[in-house]
């Protein structure tokens, strides 16, 4: 019956860094539980494998424009718009993805290192240059992952200041702006967009903008809203995230400090430390939607079609049968590919340029301060365990001679 | 890349399922490249014995299974 279903999502922890403990017993129960969404009944999908399974399966559709689709928040349904490719399906899907691909590609992102490296040192100098204590989230997680959205989208130094204020005002962690405030800096964001475009147009850069002008508005193949939507979307799917996910792994190699003393002296382990952080914090913790099509099989369990599932990264990151120990940090660890870009064709299309930027914000955060620490006791950190991305956005930090008669 | 290529293991990738991810390069660069165009480039067909398990962690990595290492027959 409906209304005995657990409802979901489920957001009660006791350590922060522990999944629901309510979650964990579904996941004991099978791969995947039926629950009880705010838009009605659908699976929750608890396993591994069966993340794995239902991500990379043609039958399981993103366009949230079906009858049925689940979501977190009751919504009126929308048709998707042209190039909200994230709700698209196919081939439809596929030709952004194919746009976008050379964007994102390892040699592409690994050619703005030395400019994300630059961003870091830059605002480690500052913070530096104010001195202890300090919120990391703000100096540092923020700045580093709008910095670096700029340069990926070829935003000039001289509107970087303009673009960023704005791309930060639109995720402001505290909310402190009022609605028409976040209004207005995402009409702000649009607007320039816009500019972006016909300055590109003019005055071709080495840089995400010029490409797609040339390539793809020039001679057609994409129409300037289209354009102006898909670069949204990165915006909007990119930065709180990474910014979240730099001061939330800062967070957490601060809390377990033998695990920070090695990834501080053993820089070969950066690598597997920013996969294990990513696999440990599964910060996009209530999951990734998908409506079946056709009715799908998985073990002894059959999703209809038409039903709704919705793929939890936090429990499949945490599966015992694929990771010895689960619920410990242990940037030693090697294993399978963790589920905190999902899996499928729908894999976040800036899992490079995130993974680098983590590399890189670690790297020189523990190389400039080899001392940092957290300025209040771990307890009092707080932790944001109801929102759609988990985490922290207030991490008062500490360094060098460790202020006397601070309270940690 | 691959001196005296050693028997034994045979790396495929499925070019029209790729979903120029870029995961396998990142975590096998010495397998795997992308072109411009983001699409996979596989280096060697033949692995040697070394990078076995680089090949198998970038096949698990594939979001798209396009990524198969067989074993030869003797
Ligand atoms: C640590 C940081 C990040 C995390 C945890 C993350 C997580 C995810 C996840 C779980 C998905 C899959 C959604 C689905 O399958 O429906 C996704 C998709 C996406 N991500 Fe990320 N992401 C991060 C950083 C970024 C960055 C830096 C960008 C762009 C600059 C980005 C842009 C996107 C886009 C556009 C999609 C949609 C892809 C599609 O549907 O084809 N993300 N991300
Ligand atoms: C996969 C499907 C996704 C779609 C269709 C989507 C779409 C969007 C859009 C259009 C916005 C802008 C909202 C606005 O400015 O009014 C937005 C905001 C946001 N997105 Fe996504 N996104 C997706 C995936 C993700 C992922 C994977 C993450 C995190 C890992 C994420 C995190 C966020 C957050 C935190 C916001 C800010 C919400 C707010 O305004 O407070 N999104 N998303
Ligand atoms: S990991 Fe798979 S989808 Fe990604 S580039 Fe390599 S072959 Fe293509």
Redesign the interface.
């Known amino acids: 019956m409906a209304d005995q279903l657990p409802t979901y999502p489920i957001t009660e922890r006791t350590c922060p860094y522990d999944p629901p403990a309510g979650l964990l017993e579904l996941q004991s129960q099978a791969p995947l539980v039926r629950v009880q969404l705010p838009t009605g009944p659908a699976w929750l999908v608890t396993g591994y494998d069966a993340a794995r399974a239902l991500?990379?399966d043609p039958r399981m559709s993103s366009d949230m424009g079906r009858e049925g689709f689940p979501t977190l928040y009751k919504q009126k349904m929308r048709p998707v718009l042209k190039g909200s490719f994230m709700r698209m399906d196919g081939d439809d899907h596929?030709f952004y993805?194919?746009m976008l691909?050379?964007e994102?590609?390892?040699?592409r992102v690994a050619a703005m290192r030395p400019e994300i490296e630059e961003a870091c040192d830059q605002l480690l100098d500052e913070m530096v240059r104010k001195g202890p204590p300090t919120n990391l989230h703000e100096a540092y997680g923020i700045p580093v992952s709008s910095r670096s959205i700029c340069r990926l989208l070829g935003v000039p130094y001289e509107d970087s200041e303009f673009f960023t204020t704005h791309l930060e005002a639109l995720f402001d962690p505290h909310r402190a702006g009022a609605p028409e405030r976040i209004a207005a800096s995402k009409a702000a964001l649009s607007g320039y967009l816009d500019e972006l475009v016909t300055r590109k147009q003019k005055d071709p850069g080495d840089d995400m903008i010029s490409r797609l002008v040339a390539d793809y508005l020039v001679p057609g193949k994409v129409e300037r809203p289209e354009l102006l939507l898909t670069s949204y979307l990165l915006l909007a799917a990119g930065h709180e995230t990474t910014a979240n996910m730099i001061t939330t792994g800062t967070a957490a190699l601060l809390m377990h400090p033998e695990q920070l003393t090695a990834v501080r002296d053993e820089p070969q382990l950066l690598r597997g430390a920013v996969e294990e952080l990513l696999r440990y914090l599964s910060i996009f913790q209530f999951g990734i939607t998908r409506i079946a099509v056709e009715d799908v099989t998985f073990g002894d369990q059959t999703v209809a079609a038409g039903e709704g599932i919705i793929v939890s990264p936090l429990l499949g990151n945490r599966d015992q049968d694929v990771y010895g120990d689960p619920h410990t940090l242990d940037v030693r660890r090697r294993s399978?590919?963790h589920l905190s870009f999902?899996?499928?064709?729908h894999?976040c299309v800036g899992?490079?340029l995130a993974?680098i930027e983590l590399q890189i914000a670690f790297e020189r955060l523990l190389a400039r301060l080899p001392d940092l620490s957290l300025a209040v006791p771990a307890s009092e950190v707080p932790f944001r365990t109801e929102t759609l991305v988990f985490g922290t956005v207030d991490l008062p930090v500490t360094w060098g001679g460790r202020t006397a008669g601070a309270s940690a | 890349m691959s001196p005296a290529a050693e028997p034994g293991r045979l790396l495929r990738v499925d070019h029209a399922a790729c979903c120029r991810s870029g995961a396998c390069s990142l975590v096998a660069p010495d397998l795997f490249d992308q072109g411009d165009d983001g699409k996979v480039l596989l280096k060697t067909a033949r692995p040697p014995a070394h990078l076995w398990e680089a090949a198998e962690e970038a096949a698990d990595y594939c979001p798209v299974s396009a990524i198969e290492l067989e074993t030869l027959p003797e």
């Open positions: 991500l990379d596929a993805r194919t691909a050379g994102f590609s390892v040699k399978r590919p999902g899996h499928g064709p894999l899992h490079t993974r």
